[in-house]
């Protein structure tokens, strides 16, 4: 058994080189019309389908970057103005806080002042209460000092004369406050 090469280029034994060469002339022109007439067009098809689709993909890309910018844009956007938001927040709070402490340090004050004038009312009211205890104890002492020197010195009749003399000016007489 013998291996043979499938394509032989040279011509059989009956047929002449002009032959075979016209023979595989036409044989490739005529294979080349057919790739021409029915492979080309369809390749170019595919070509063309591939690149409609790569510009198609090419498109949905440039669509999803300009989605994606204005993603970032809107982003970029609601950041400032929640920056913008914070700091009217903030300035809000801080004139809030000024106002807190206004009327905390006025309720103080107000206090303050009614505590001072309590205070004053009742160190008035204090001294009142004292006067009229040196009064009432000055009144006691001068009536005990009274009957010690009219027991000493004067007899009944004097004594009681006097006693009854200091009591009438007692009363008629104002003490000061």
């Known amino acids: 058994m013998r291996l043979e090469f499938p394509f032989v280029f040279h011509p059989p034994g009956d047929v002449t080189l002009t032959q075979w060469v016209i023979v595989l002339g036409s044989g490739f022109l005529l294979l080349a019309l057919l790739v021409r007439r029915f492979v080309v067009p ?11 689709d790569i510009a198609g993909a090419e498109e949905q890309v440039a669509r999803t970057l300009r989605g994606a910018e204005q993603v970032r844009d809107s982003y970029r956007e609601r950041l400032q103005h929640i920056e913008d938001e914070t700091e ?13 402490r206004d009327g905390i340090v006025e309720e103080a004050r107000a206090v303050a002042e009614d505590i001072v004038r309590r205070s004053h009312e009742e160190v008035a009211r204090e001294q009142a209460k004292l006067m009229a205890r040196l009064h009432i104890e000055f009144v006691d002492d001068v009536v005990l000092a009274a009957e010690h020197a009219a027991e000493r010195s004067l007899d009944e009749g004097a004594r009681r004369r006097l006693l009854a003399e200091f009591a009438a000016n007692m009363r008629t007489a104002s003490w000061p406050t």
């Open 88 to 100: 009217a927040r903030m300035a809000e709070a801080i004139a809030e806080a000024d106002r807190l």
């Open 42 to 52: 369809m390749l170019l098809r595919l070509l063309e389908e591939r690149q409609s």
